[in-house]
């Protein structure tokens, strides 16, 4: 857990820093992936939210902000998610993101990540993600907590 929390930190202090550095040195952010009117993705996502290999619905309600809708339907039992990203960081083709997602895999749970995304000209996406979840295991009443990583490929239209 002390790892996860030392990436984590290192990965926002990157991020904020180089913000910093763009804005002063290099002018207002490039805003290129909104300009392109992407609106929705769709992605098969390995591991991730829903902690297995599901399909994902991406929607920007607005420009910096995604909803998230996941779905693992392999195996016996069905994972879903309903989570919010937001888009802090954006240049030509990157964003990073930080997200909140409540899934349920035999359980409820929730799920803080922090990721990178990269958008291709021709639509393209994927999407690396870090996070740390926690579920309430309610058959023995209590808490668990570890890390979580995904994966996702996708097209945004």
């Known amino acids: 857990m002390k790892t996860l929390l030392l990436i984590i930190s290192i990965l926002l202090s990157i991020t904020v820093f180089a913000s910093d550095i763009q804005a002063e040195q290099l002018g207002p952010i490039n ?11 769709v992605s098969a996502g390995i591991w991730g939210a829903t902690l297995k290999p599901g399909l994902y619905y991406d929607y920007f309600i607005s420009k910096p902000v995604q909803l998230e809708i996941g779905i693992a339907p392999l195996g016996f039992d069905m994972g879903a998610t309903l989570g919010i990203k937001y888009h802090y960081y954006i240049t030509d083709n990157f ?5 909140f997602n409540i899934s349920y895999f035999s359980d409820f749970f929730g799920v803080a990540q922090i990721g990178l ?7 393209v996406t994927a999407s690396l993600n870090i996070g740390a979840m926690s579920k309430y295991r309610s058959e023995l009443e209590r808490i668990d907590s570890g890390t979580i990583a995904g994966l996702q490929i996708g097209y945004s239209f």
Request: hydrophobic letters at 20%; aromatic letters at 8%.
């Open 95 to 99: 964003t990073t993101f930080a997200a």
């Open 117 to 123: 995304r990269y958008e291709m000209d021709c639509g």
């Open 31 to 41: 805003t290129s992936i909104n300009e392109r009117d992407t609106k929705s993705t």
